[in-house]
């Protein structure tokens, strides 16, 4: 799922700056789920905006809507007829919901009200933990489920490096070193062959604007004037 | 049938609610058994900014069911309250409880109590109108509400009607207690019992509508 | 095994599901007192004119509800309509909010499991995979 | 040795007449300062067979590593020129070893490098693009098959003499050889250990090493750094990650007057390295005292290493 967190309300109002009627526009997919921007969020940030303006004598309005997720076109259909009225929009969105809104409303200016941290895991009630850096190349195969590139500092894909403290990451004493815990997951499961061979430099996948037609799908965009 | 009803069927009654409401609780410990943490987070840990920290009482605020739905909190609230408080602290109780047991409780003034009586039997007036009337209210209930309502609301109808010695008293009476009975033994098994359930899923098992910090995990 | 455009139900290996989370789920099904105070909490009820198909415990009931109240025998045809309820009509954000607080996504999740033990699941025939978009 | 020279390396030279061989270290000034390079380069002439070159070393800006090898080029010393893979792509690495090449570097060392949050700029945007393993199979590839990463040709391919760096104390220990045998078979053709105090498990890691045949295959130099005083020696116990400081160290630090201490360090590494000479798979030491280039010449007379090989 991806994760994202709130900006400080102060950054927010910042961008908000002279705009006065603003839409406040939620994401019920993974911004939902990890406490980020949903319904409930998208109700506590109209009502923050707006007590903290009203202090600071601005006339200010702010409302809510909650769409299934925003990164998919025909679920942003539903705001067409309710963005009207506003000045600006914000997203509770991750970057890509944010991004499809603005480009759905391109006069309107849109600002991100989270910011995207990381694709991870949800450990606990409101605890997650970064597991992948969408590289486009997975190799979560050859290290035992565990990904070198997001949980090692410097991403080595022939771990370790020299510096593990009491098996912790030299970076943060906190984190555990993502190449002894792949070595001890390998050597428990009888594939460290997997590590002693060298692994040869990646050909990165996400260097350009990732785009993806599903080959079923082929035909669907092929170009009509053909 | 005064003497039944007054004698075996209260102990009855009293053993398959206490029993009940125990073999609940030990239920619930038992499927929530199971602690998730493994470990305790050590980093990452995020702050709420200054203005945020201020606006936090005025959004939990909000998020509770008083900011929520305030009509529905406050009646609920109310007529919960009543509902333990009346059979408690009637007179005619406590002055059983001090004749059979010795045990003497506070008791409330009879003309309070009477009021407190009122209370629920309009709270419960409220849950059935709303029951009818309110049409998404109406799409989750059957005629099994209607039936709980009914029993919660027998007792305390009965009570009044005895306390004003409405009707043939007697038979008021026996009435009254064996619709008291009915509902202290309905409490463990019907949705009476979310009387239980509600501090265990609020309070011990932990989730993002906690109202204290529980570690328990409902596994399911 | 999931089985796929079969016509039949397999109410014996619904029954086998139920009995797996009987204690736990009936605990909770028992205890909703119909308050639909969590009705607010799902933003899909919120966004449909608060139509009650989309309260979360409508969406319980009429689903998992139905299935331990019937004994797991139920038609087809009620099955095809609880897809809609667990499916269209919910998307599992795990957000709802209940005043005694009942766990309802893991029941959905549950509801969702058994269904799609009978090869019912979020797929439609008719859509690329998503929820028909609904005017309005 | 009769072993066909792969560069024209000094250090190759040394190493492949089976000579004990020694190499320093000199850290660039953080300042577009030659002649502190060339003071710091004054002590380690004559002393060392070749004068290893940091890069950024702790993530800390520093005067270009290849530019300080051109400059001990330039007082005669043979640079070991290092390259970390923090702050480079595999472009801008093999545009920097050509240019090294041409300009008379030999040598290099290949390593992952400290992760930027140690330095100065802790925000800045990490590469590696490689890891050192993949560097010094890419720098192998460069020499010996005149041939870029991607497969295309060199027109002049670079001769270096290719080191890598490993710790023999870091967890977890059975997989350290094995580390060593990747780095190896990658196309390193001498090793650079750690700082070594801890000389048992050294003498198993390079016993194992020496099972493996690995040390028929590369030259191995042990890591050597004299301790100063017992507080650098307590703060490398501490806080150095992937250092072993054995109790023993400091427990000799301690019975010593404050004022001898750092002779006492010397006297420690001493015996490390005469211990070195006589181990089974050791080709070498690599002396690392930090900051404290003025005492080689001391360090390396006490433990008769001097004087060094000169070739024509």
């Known amino acids: ?226 | 049938m005064f003497e039944l009803a007054r004698g075996p069927l209260v102990w009855v009654a009293a053993t398959v609610f206490l029993v009940g409401i125990a073999l609940r609780i030990v239920e619930l410990f038992l499927l929530t058994k199971k602690r998730e943490r493994i470990q305790w987070p050590t980093h990452g840990i995020t702050t709420d900014s200054r203005a945020e920290r201020k606006l936090k009482p005025i959004l939990a605020f909000r998020h509770s069911l008083i900011g929520k739905h305030p009509v529905m909190a406050i009646v609920s609230g109310i007529f919960h309250a009543c509902l333990f408080a009346a059979p408690i602290f009637a007179m005619g109780h406590t002055l059983l409880l001090r004749q059979s047991w010795g045990i003497s409780l506070w008791s409330l003034s009879s003309p309070v109590v009477d009021i407190l009586n009122i209370i629920v039997l309009l709270g419960v007036l409220f849950m059935l109108v709303r029951r009818i009337a309110v049409p998404r209210v109406r799409a989750v209930s059957s005629v099994k509400d209607l039936l709980f309502l009914f029993i919660v609301a027998a007792p305390y109808l009965t009570g009044f009607l005895a306390y004003h010695q409405w009707f043939e008293y007697r038979a008021i009476l026996i009435l009254h207690m064996l619709a008291g009975e009915l509902m202290l033994m309905a409490i463990p098994f019907t949705r009476l019992g979310h009387m239980v359930i509600f501090f265990f899923f609020r309070g011990l098992v932990g989730s993002e509508h906690s109202i204290v910090r529980g570690s328990r995990v409902w596994s399911a | 095994m999931p089985k796929q455009d079969s016509q039949s139900v397999d109410t014996e290996q619904i029954q086998a599901l139920l009995k797996k989370n009987k204690r736990s789920m009936t605990l909770l099904l028992t205890a909703c007192a119909g308050c639909t105070l969590c009705a607010e909490s799902c933003f899909l009820f919120m966004n449909k004119g608060k139509a009650p198909e989309y309260m979360p415990s409508y969406k319980v009931l009429n689903s998992l509800g139905k299935l331990y109240r019937k004994h797991g025998k139920v038609s087809r045809a009620e099955l095809e309509k609880m897809r809609d309820l667990l499916w269209k009509n919910c998307m599992l954000c795990e957000r709802c909010y209940c005043a005694l607080g009942i766990d309802l996504p893991k029941m959905i999740a549950f509801a969702r499991r058994i269904l799609r033990s009978q090869g019912i699941d979020g797929v439609y025939p008719h859509s690329l995979g998503a929820p028909e978009e609904e005017s309005g | 040795m009769v072993a066909a020279m792969k560069s024209e390396s000094n250090l190759e030279k040394v190493l492949a007449r089976g000579l004990f061989a020694v190499t320093g270290e000199l850290g660039p000034p953080r300042g577009a300062d030659a002649d502190a390079v060339r003071e710091k380069a004054k002590h380690l002439k004559g002393r060392v067979d070749a004068v290893n070159v940091t890069d950024n070393q702790t993530a800390m800006v520093r005067l270009a590593s290849w530019a300080a090898s051109i400059l001990l080029l330039q007082e005669g010393l043979e640079p070991n020129y290092q390259m970390v893979c923090r702050d480079r792509n595999r472009i801008a690495m093999q545009s920097d070893i050509l240019g090294a090449a041409a300009l008379g570097v030999k040598t290099m060392l290949c390593l992952s490098g400290d992760h930027q949050a140690f330095g100065d700029h802790p925000k800045s945007k990490k590469v590696f693009d490689l890891d050192s393993i993949q560097l010094i199979g890419m720098v192998r590839k460069m020499r010996d098959e005149s041939k870029f990463l991607s497969g295309q040709d060199i027109t002049k391919a670079p001769k270096m003499f290719i080191g890598a760096v490993e710790n023999p104390f870091g967890r977890p220990y059975e997989f350290r050889v094995h580390r060593l045998a990747k780095k190896i078979a990658a196309g390193a053709d001498f090793i650079q250990t750690q700082c070594i105090y801890n000389m048992e498990r050294f003498r198993e890691w390079i016993r194992q090493a020496v099972d493996m045949g690995l040390t028929e295959k590369a030259y191995i130099l042990a890591g050597i750094t004299p301790m100063k005083s017992l507080k650098m020696a307590l703060y490398m116990k501490d806080n150095v990650p992937g250092l072993d400081v054995p109790d023993w160290v400091i427990k000799r630090l301690e019975g010593v007057d404050k004022k001898k201490q750092a002779d006492e360090g010397i006297a420690i590494a001493c015996e490390q390295i005469e211990e070195c000479k006589q181990l089974k798979g050791v080709a070498g030491i690599h002396l690392m005292p930090i900051e404290w280039e003025h005492r080689v010449p001391e360090i390396t007379e006490r433990a008769k290493l001097l004087p060094r090989p000169i070739f024509q």
């Open chain 1, 1 to 226: 799922m991806i994760i994202a967190e709130k900006k400080q309300l102060e950054e927010i109002k910042a961008m908000l700056q002279g705009y006065r009627k603003v839409l406040n526009v939620g994401c019920g997919g993974c911004t939902s789920v990890c406490l980020a921007g949903g319904l409930k969020e998208v109700e506590d940030l109209c009502t923050q905006l707006t007590i903290s303006l009203e202090g600071d004598r601005v006339v200010f309005e702010a409302e809510g809507y909650t769409v299934e997720r925003q990164c998919e076109p025909h679920f942003l259909a539903q705001l067409d007829e309710i963005v009207k009225p506003y000045d600006a929009l914000l997203s509770l969105g991750c970057g890509a919901g944010t991004q499809l809104l603005a480009e759905r409303y391109p006069d309107k200016p849109v600002f991100p009200a989270l910011n995207t941290v990381f694709i991870g895991v949800n450990r606990d009630i409101g605890w997650y933990e970064e597991r992948c850096k969408s590289c486009g190349d997975c190799v979560l195969g050859m290290t035992g489920g565990i990904c070198p590139n997001a949980l090692c500092a410097k991403g080595l894909l022939n771990g370790p490096c020299g510096g593990p403290k009491d098996d912790h990451c030299e970076v943060n004493a906190e984190v555990p070193c993502a190449w002894i815990r792949i070595y001890e997951r390998l050597k428990a499961q009888g594939r460290l062959e997997n590590i002693l061979t060298i692994c040869p430099a990646r050909e990165w996948q996400d260097q350009v604007q990732g785009t993806l037609i599903l080959q079923p799908y082929r035909d669907r965009y092929a170009k009509k004037d053909k």
